[in-house]
């Protein structure tokens, strides 16, 4: 969601965000400093704090709670990251070393439970019973998610329901927190609350799809990792999912699947060949742009103000996103 930083007012209001999360991550001792601030430092499209502040706007309150709030969902953020990488034992985050790899999986369990204990001290200083509920509420659904995850490793069992689940959990919930506190930030009317929060789903929902079709379509430099990953890595995503209706598909995703279980190390070039050049690619592109479909239906009863066509832009991008 680059789109975003194009915007100056909101690049100076990252900035902002970035102060707060440094000044925090600063105090902590060595080597969580170390390993926080270089994760921080590693960059990111900051997507999830910039669409709180957005959605603050629609509020009539002083927004200073909405950088809290925006701070300590940065926080959940990367501390997510983290686990992502040791769960999938990746190489590299951001074109730089895991924070595993470089340090170890303690140290990388402990800098992640201590971001999160941050995001949860931010969030201590917004005095707010709706925004409490929804951030713990969250959590437990990232959680979840990520276990959801992990236990359909190489299941060819996994259905489109349990994707869908996954992805509710893990992603689209997220970003829609990240907007309705911005809106709970300012004291927005409860009814712009619901709007915004499902536009931040449905994007999400939108995104999540757009990100595992790009597993397949784009290429190693914009990806910043191997065509395939997920697929290599025994995760079914949607572009596989759909293209298993192919039985030689589903015969050669159950072979590697078999294989790979046994410690085998295989050659999947054939089979994501296979699905790049199925109709799957078109057919998971269909579901993206109905989340987004969903997403402009309610921003359209957003009011009339410059935040809400930044709302439709961003439409426009992830329909188009190539990376």
Known sequence: MNLLLQY??????????????YGRLSQADEPIRSAAIQLLQAGGKRSRPLLCLISSSFGERDRTKAYDMASAIELIHMSSLIHDDMIDNAQLRRGKKTIHLQYNTL?????????VAEALEIMALVEDKQAHQLFSNTLKQLAIG??????????????????????????AKFIGLSCILGAIATQADKKLQKHLYLIGYYLGMSYQIVDDILDFSSNSDEMGKLIGQDLREGYLTLPTLLAMNDDQIYKKVHNLFKQSNQGNVLDFEDLIADIKNSDAISKAYQYSQWYLEKARQKINQLPDQAEKYIFLQLIGYLSKRKY
């Open 8 to 21: 100056r007012d909101l690049e100076n209001e990252i900035k902002q965000i970035d102060q707060i999360l």
């Open 107 to 115: 140290i990388a369990t402990m800098v992640g439970d201590y971001l």
């Open 146 to 171: 990520e276990l959801i995850q992990y236990q359909n490793r190489y299941q060819l069992e996994r259905s489109l329901k349990t994707y869908f689940k996954k992805n509710r959990n893990k992603t």
